[in-house]
């Protein structure tokens, strides 16, 4: 009989086999509807329960953030904020190193992405709240915490959305949404420049607050996941992601809009409060968040994102903008 050429996941596989206590391992299975751009996510089945497999490049910098997310899913863990847990193997560690990549082997978690509704919405509000609570002073690794992921919206990525809108509808129509963005992003310019942003509180954020990472099961959150941009920043930060993917990307309705972030922002701050430079700013935050992802996703999906196309997205965007900086226009002037 033949036998079958061996690949990388038969070698993950043996690895795993050697190192962890874990009865009989499966092939390992890429994981489904998970990004895989970073780093492999594996599904592992044992004879223990499944296990999901996580590799890196074995690169110093990048063990040393693992170790740090490693401590703060403990940290988070012991403060009743359900995670993944890390599965340490037979020899105790957590970190499987191997030529010149390495390894992590967390809980498989059972659940779904949250679902937007009241029940979802009040929960993750009060979890995130409770996050930037109990890590306030948690250490972490120095960053400049003034620099967001999505500071700015990128300039190609908006003009490739601008540009397909126009050839998909009414070019005059479409102008006219741009300019409406254009004027939400430079106002909201000046409301998040540098020398704004160090008037907001900064500390330990996790940096990729959206329902992907939050996964729940029967009504209740089972975990939340991927710590890999959690480090130091501006709680402003994560809100803004938090409202963006959460209250505002799914709706136009301004009914709804107010709705769903009056409920985020009001569980949130059972756990911390707003300062008003940080309530002033926010929704200028939220909107250079959303339109920055949306303009790099649409691009990324070849200009029809979530069922929508690019013209239906500007449109979208231009009428968020303005339910945004009418928001921002009442914190400032009642």
């Known amino acids: 009989m033949t036998q079958q050429p061996r690949d990388s996941l038969d070698v993950l596989a043996d690895v795993i086999r050697e190192h962890y206590r874990l009865g009989t391992i499966s092939r390992p299975a890429p994981l489904e509807q998970a990004h895989q751009r970073r780093h492999q996510k ?15 490049k074995r690169d110093p910098y990048v063990l040393d953030a693992l170790r740090f997310q490693h401590r703060l899913s403990d940290h988070l863990s012991a403060n009743d904020i359900p995670v993944a847990r890390i599965q340490n193997a037979a020899d ?13 082997l ?11 509704g009241k029940d979802t919405l009040i929960i993750s509000a009060q979890a995130l709240g409770r996050f930037h609570d109990v890590c306030r002073d948690h250490p972490r690794p120095e960053r400049d915490a003034q620099m967001w992921r999505f500071s700015e919206v990128p300039r190609t990525s908006f ?16 102008d006219a949404y741009c300019n409406q963005i254009a004027l939400f992003l430079h106002q909201a310019g000046d409301a998040l420049n ?11 954020i996790h940096g990729d607050w959206h329902s992907g990472n939050l996964i729940f099961q029967d009504g209740s959150l089972a975990a939340v996941v991927d710590l890999e941009f959690a480090g130091d920043g501006c ?8 409202i963006s993917n959460l209250c505002v990307r799914t709706t136009m309705r301004s009914t709804r809009l107010s709705k769903r972030t009056d409920l985020l922002l009001d569980n949130y701050q059972q756990f911390r409060t707003l300062s008003f430079h940080e309530e002033a700013a926010l929704y200028y935050a939220v909107g250079v968040k959303h ?9 990324s999906a070849g200009g029809v994102l979530a069922g929508h196309t690019a013209a239906e997205w500007l449109e979208r965007l231009a009428v968020q903008c303005v339910w945004l900086a009418e928001r921002a226009k009442a914190v400032r002037f009642g």
């Open 42 to 56: 594996l599904v592992i089945e044992t004879s223990h329960g499944k296990f999901l497999a996580k590799t890196y």
């Open 194 to 204: 540098l020398e704004q942003r160090s008037k907001f509180e900064t500390g330990l």
């Open 159 to 174: 003009q490739s959305l601008y540009e397909l809108a126009k050839r998909q509808a009414d070019p005059a129509q479409m």
């Open 92 to 104: 105790g560690k957590r970190i499987i190193e191997q030529d010149n990549w390495a390894m992590e």
């Open 106 to 116: 967390q809980e498989l978690v059972e659940g779904k992405p949250m679902v937007v």
């Open 291 to 299: 339109v920055a992802t949306v303009s790099y996703q649409s691009r």
């Open 235 to 242: 709680y402003l930060e994560d809100l803004a992601y938090a």
